[in-house]
């Protein structure tokens, strides 16, 4: 199973990113998607994260409000929507899957598979 993540970039104080992960490879479900992040100097952590049928979603205190979370199963991608930037979400964002989850979890470990992560700088 590869996890492709794409749409970071430079942005300033107060805009928006979306970013985009596609599955792809032998994966079949049920798999919960999840986003986390790694800022320099920082342990990674958890972001933002979406149960097998997207109706469940949960999202670290950080971003609430702030950021969304949605799949679409059909085409087998996640996307975090990203408003109202700060400087302190500034980081390389990773996508990743926990295989056989109907739920989904915060927690790192349980994740089985991981993109390549994908820079967002917010400038102040």
């Known amino acids: 199973v590869q996890l492709q993540a794409s749409g970071g970039g430079l942005v300033q104080a107060g805009g928006s990113l979306r970013l985009s992960c596609a599955a792809s490879?032998?994966?079949?479900?049920?798999?919960?998607l999840g986003w986390f992040r790694q800022a320099p100097g920082k342990e990674r952590e958890f972001v933002a994260g979406v149960s097998w049928s997207g109706m469940s979603t949960y999202y670290a205190d950080s971003v609430k409000g702030r950021f969304t979370i949605s799949r679409d199963n059909a085409k087998n991608t996640v996307a975090l929507q990203m408003n109202s930037l700060k400087p302190e979400d500034t980081a390389v964002y990773y996508c990743a899957a926990e295989s056989g989850s109907w739920s989904g979890t915060s927690l790192l470990r349980q994740y089985d598979y991981w993109g390549q992560g994908t820079l967002v700088t917010v400038s102040s």
């Open positions: 490879g032998r994966i079949f479900g049920p798999y919960a």
